[in-house]
């Protein structure tokens, strides 16, 4: 379980070599660096910080999975004690230590995580102290669902009681157009859709089913079917006993 194809990590070390920002957000131009930040910024402003204020969640810990090169963790990390950036590349770790420095940012911690596990091998500490677990723009490029079941996992396990998760999915429909493009080869595809970089469309009766079984709940969705589906989920309070009373 919580295996990744070993190419993972070294294509995303490319993307951050070749072109972060445009590998990151597809939509922003080479030179564009300022839009770049700045949808972070509104990211923060519009989705993030008003769960923080409408859940009451204490500023504890704020944890990102896939954080890339900084673009909402570094504006995130002002409003937390602790900010901690999780990614399966080094190199886009790499940028965002540098970008958090040009900052003069000092509370995120980084974690190389080559899988799902890594991140409490490496921090045991973190079990139960996340309040605020996010993931945008990461799980739509993961093929493998038994990987997205291993995070599942991990999430359940870094999260406080009284922490939220908020997750991003695409969860359009696996159309015949959409099946028949994932077949070709990369090399008859434009680069946004070769594999690594390309939108995985997942079931959402199969991603749920994944939270409920690692003991997540969810609490709300937002734009569910298309490929903004986020999902806020947190511990749910009753799974030991569920799972127990389960034949
Ligand atoms: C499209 S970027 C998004 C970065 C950041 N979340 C943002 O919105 O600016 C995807 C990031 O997820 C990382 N990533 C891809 N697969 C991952 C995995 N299985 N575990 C952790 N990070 C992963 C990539 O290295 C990359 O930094």
């Known amino acids: 379980?919580?295996?990744?194809?070993?190419?993972?990590?070294?294509?995303?070390?490319?993307?951050?070599?070749?072109?972060?920002?445009?590998?990151?957000?597809?939509g922003v131009g080479p030179d564009d660096s300022r839009k770049f930040w700045a949808s972070g910024e509104q990211t923060i402003e519009t989705e993030l910080l008003p769960l923080v204020h409408e859940f009451r969640l204490e500023v504890g810990v704020a944890l990102e999975i896939g954080c890339g090169v900084g673009r909402l963790l570094l504006p995130l990390a002002r409003h937390f004690a602790t900010a901690v950036g999780v990614d399966v590349s080094g190199e886009m770790i790499l940028r965002a230590r540098r970008n958090s420095a040009d900052l003069g940012i000092r509370n995120i911690e980084w974690i190389l995580a080559s899988e799902p596990n890594a991140v409490l091998q490496q921090r045991s500490g973190l079990a139960g102290k996340v309040d605020l677990l996010y993931s945008l723009l990461v799980f739509q490029h993961i093929e493998q669902a038994d990987l997205i079941d291993s995070y599942m996992g991990t999430i359940a396990e870094l999260l406080a009681g009284s922490g939220v998760a908020y997750l991003h999915f695409d969860t359009r429909?696996?159309?015949?157009?959409?099946?028949?493009?994932?077949?070709?080869?990369?090399?008859?595809?434009?680069?946004?859709?070769?594999?690594?970089?390309r939108r995985i469309r997942r079931e959402p009766r199969e991603i749920e089913r994944l939270m409920r079984r690692r003991g997540l709940e969810v609490i709300r969705e937002l734009a569910p079917g298309t490929a903004e589906h986020r999902y806020l989920l947190r511990k749910n309070p009753h799974a030991a006993r569920e799972a127990d009373q389960k034949p």
């Not at 993972?8 to 445009?22: S, T, Y």
């Not at 015949?176 to 970089?197: H, Q």
């Open 1 to 26: 379980m919580g295996q990744m194809t070993k190419s993972m990590p070294d294509r995303w070390d490319e993307f951050a070599r070749v072109d972060a920002h445009r590998y990151i957000c597809t």
């Open 173 to 197: 429909d696996r159309t015949a157009l959409y099946r028949f493009r994932n077949r070709l080869p990369d090399g008859l595809l434009p680069w946004f859709w070769k594999r690594s970089i």
